[in-house]
């Protein structure tokens, strides 16, 4: 009789399991958050002779490397930082290091190799002195935008060099450097420049030699408003510098796009 039971509770146990069902878990599963894009600092200087004692190519330059954070943005950012510095893009598979040594192992052996008027060096190094530097630095960052720049100078002779600076704002989701038509819509052109002209007109005449200030293409959009950046030269002397114009957004709101308007601090 025992051993009946026994039999009995076994088989039960038995067809109990064989029926139920594994119970998932219902605990969530926790991903780990990217971690926040880090601009972390790069430098690199070198110097090649002319002749013997000079003169020299001089080659400076101070910039930010993208690291962590997802990687679309990283990447987006390294790529277009890279191709102002270098003039091109290296792709993925070459690194910066040797892109760049690469970019001045170039540009040194052409300023080695150029024609030479002896005559005219003797009298001056100046006609030959040559300087390059570089300078990237973040003007502004929040959760939907990062606005880097550009500095380059270059000097090849004669009473001093030129200055570019280069604006460059970047979306973060989806990551992609944002264009001029990407922040205003079609049409936009002239109103803008007339807003453009009566602010120079009024902020900074002093500093400005043009009757008309154009639409640059060279603009971030920043907390004091949409940034308008020329060069010397562009509208203004040399000795002005760069001019920046900051038009607040409630003027410009007519123009703006949809996306403009989502991303504007």
Known sequence: MRIFLYVLLCL????????????????AVSEEPAPPLRLTDYTYADSTALRSGGPYFTFELQTLRAIDGPAALRDTVNTVVDEKILGYQPGPIVPFDTALIRHLATAFADYRNQPVDEGLLEESEVPYTQ???????????????????HLVYVYTGGAHGM??????PFRVNPARQLTYDDLFRPGADAPLSDLLTRLAHREMPERVYVDTVPVTSNLAPLPGGMRFLYDPYAI????????????PYDSLRPWLTEEALALIP
Not at 131 to 140: A, L, M
Not at 236 to 247: E, K, Q, R, T
Request: one cysteine or more; a negative charge; aromatic letters at 4%.
């Open 131 to 149: 300087e390059e530097i570089h300078r990237v630095e973040e003007v502004y960052r929040n959760d939907r935008l990062l606005v880097l720049s």
């Open 236 to 247: 203004g002397p040399y000795a002005s510098g760069n001019i920046a114009l900051d038009v």
């Open 12 to 27: 039960s146990l038995a067809s109990c399991g064989a029926d139920s069902e594994p119970e998932e878990s219902t605990a």
């Open 163 to 168: 200055t570019r600076t280069d604006l460059l």
